[in-house]
């Protein structure tokens, strides 16, 4: 007795080509994830540098709110009461009784659009240096200028801080997907406070 099969299996080229149709959406399906992946990190990043570069920003203008004998100082405030600066430098505390003077210096550090805002605080007491501690504030900074509008005499009536950070930390995600995070500008104005 002979049986004939009336069922018959998938050939081959149908399973090759059920493969190829699964291989195609599955690649897809991770290259899609992978970008949202990508750019979910580069999102926080962004937020992440835009949170650090607002408090770096309000740090600074309260330092300079409550500075006093602010420098660079302009050769002629007459013909130029403006001036374009990479630092500032300020008394931060002075105690006349004990002859202790704190000076605070703000300053861009680096080359090429790479960046650091640096403060130093030196200490002296009776005009010698005790000492003096440097710390960076934030890198990344692509642009830095601190802008002094002097009065006639030594006195500062407005420093405005103009400053662009890029965040940096995902440079392989920028390379594999061209993913680059938004630069952030953000530029303020303070006045220092007068104690006359």
Known sequence: MTRTRSERGFSIIEMLIALTITATLLTATLAALDASFKSYSVTSESASTHVVSRIVMQRTMALIRNGEDFGPYPINPITTPIIESDWIEFVSFSDPTTGVQRITTLARQGADGDFTLVYTLSTFEGGVLQS???????????????????????????????????????????ITAGLEAPTIRMVSSASPRRLD
Not at 137 to 158: A, D, K, W
């Open 132 to 174: 003096e501690d440097t710390r960076p504030l934030i890198t990344g900074l692509t642009q830095l200028n601190f802008i002094m509008e002097y009065e006639v005499g030594p006195t500062l009536q407005r420093v405005t801080v103009d400053m662009v950070v890029q965040p940096n930390d995902l440079a392989d995600a920028a």
